[in-house]
């Protein structure tokens, strides 16, 4: 069964910095890309960034480029999300994701809430 658990979520002042780990199971991590998304209350989900573990081939939504960066340590099946000058409007939260073609999967999902 595949399963995605987010960990690393809390509140900081804005201009501090968080580290998100997705910790993922259940079938071959280097077979597909991982994405983190976020929901802020009363808005949809939007994508955030994503990562290739078998490329290492990123990509960012234009509102967090040059702020976070997602890496993966495929020795620990985990993929990261390192968030750093962090906005008041980065408040939401926080979900990694797995499309494996068969069907997508979500993880629980982590608050991050970031204090003016």
């Known amino acids: 069964e595949v399963q995605l658990v987010e960990s690393g979520g809390g509140l900081v002042q804005a201009g501090g910095s968080l580290r998100l780990s997705c910790a993922a199971s259940?079938?071959?991590?280097?077979?597909?890309?991982i994405g983190w998304f976020r929901q802020a209350p009363g808005k949809e989900r939007e994508g955030v960034a994503y990562i290739s573990s078998s490329t290492s081939r990123t990509g960012y939504e234009d509102s967090v480029k040059g702020r976070f960066t997602v890496s993966s340590d495929n020795a620990k099946n985990t993929v990261y999300l390192q968030m750093n000058s962090l906005k008041p409007e980065d408040t939401a939260v926080y979900y990694c994701y797995v499309d494996t073609v068969r069907r997508e999967y979500w993880g629980q999902g982590v608050q991050v809430t970031v204090s003016a």
């Open positions: 259940g079938y071959t991590f280097d077979d597909y890309a």
